[in-house]
């Protein structure tokens, strides 16, 4: 059965489109998610898939060579329909599949899990999903990590765009910081003159009614120079009030740190249990108040935390806090094991989050963007590494005592 187009399927290609990913080159992020998610469920196949048109394609995959398949054959155009897992234990008994391509034919699917990719805007752009050839079901447990990590991937779609968002901002901001002071001398003196002129010329001629030919000429030779000046004053105007509050500035408002965190922590926790790491959770003191994105922040912790997962062994501990430093701040500490055994995070923190080259190759690419993120939030990042005691990230934010006026300008700033 071919599955209906969902109702929203012009915005949601819209969606789609605006974030600049399909057939983009293949990236270690997304590669790491799928292969765990193949481990966590137990399948040969894992893939991120995003529904076009008519195909579907493979962000990454593991278990199959192909980069895309027919969306009218795709489970996961169903699986998209829904918000939350489509489980097809076995698709030789599912009326939907039972005639498909992809289940009498290469790859024989029979097991099929798939958890849409939902958007903070409510569009379900694909699925993160695992196939098996063999019917089976997955426990509650393998359920609750694919959903987390469906989380984890369309955030890390997200934060991408706004980076790159926030980069184009930043860059039209410093623009206009260099032709500030051509601008300041073309509204404070350049301009006076002619200004001066047109209106005694107006003034006159509505007083009198006479057309001054010798005024009217010195007006237009005053004029003819500063032409250029006039619409350079307008563009860059125009371009100064896109640049402070586009649709793709970050929203910034008063929100609790605490709660963020702890939100944060409870969207890895599924994915830190299937490698039996423990999240010692102390983000549960007083509300600190801050000034940031609440969606944009919360996907940039959940990033850190499930770095501080991935690079985890298993078994190993993770403590996560929030406290007053020199400003509201998070600690994440990424604890040594008893045995003597180290977290991996530092080097992918270090060279991916503090380092920050202008470009990230491998696997720490996710890192940077979220250093982009908490710059514009005007975090510090403070990271540290002992041995007994393991890596140790702190980000300190300004605290939200603000005036109107100063929060205005920071929202200009991002």
Known sequence: MKAPLPDNETDRLAALYALDILDSEPEQDFDDIVALASNVCGTPMSLVTLLDTDRQWFKARVGTEKTETDRDNAFCAHAILGRDLMVVADATQDRRFADNPLVTGDPGIRFYAGAPLVTTD?????????????????????LQALRALARQVTSQMELRRHAVALANTT????????????????????????LRLISAYVEKLGKTGYHDAEMADLIGRATAGHIRGFLDLLHHLSTMAEAGFG????????????????????????????????????????????IADPVRLEQVLTHLLFAAVKYTPTGGRVRVGTEIEAGPAVRLDDMDLPDGMRPELFPHLYYGAIANPANIPGPDRGLAVAKKILDAHHATVALSDRPGDGTSLHVVFPSADLTPATVLDDMITV
């Open 122 to 142: 409510g569009f379900a752009l694909g699925t993160l999903c695992v196939v098996d050839n063999e019917p089976r079901r997955l426990d509650i447990e393998q």
């Open 171 to 194: 860059a039209r901001l410093q623009e206009l910081e260099r032709r500030k002071d051509d601008l300041a001398a073309l509204l404070g003196g350049d301009l006076r003159a002619p």
């Open 247 to 290: 649709t793709e500035s970050l929203h910034m408002r008063q929100i609790d740190l605490t709660r963020i965190t702890q939100r944060a922590v409870e969207a890895v926790r599924p994915i830190a249990a299937t490698k039996q790491i423990w999240i010692l959770n102390q983000a549960g003191g007083p509300a600190l108040p801050i």
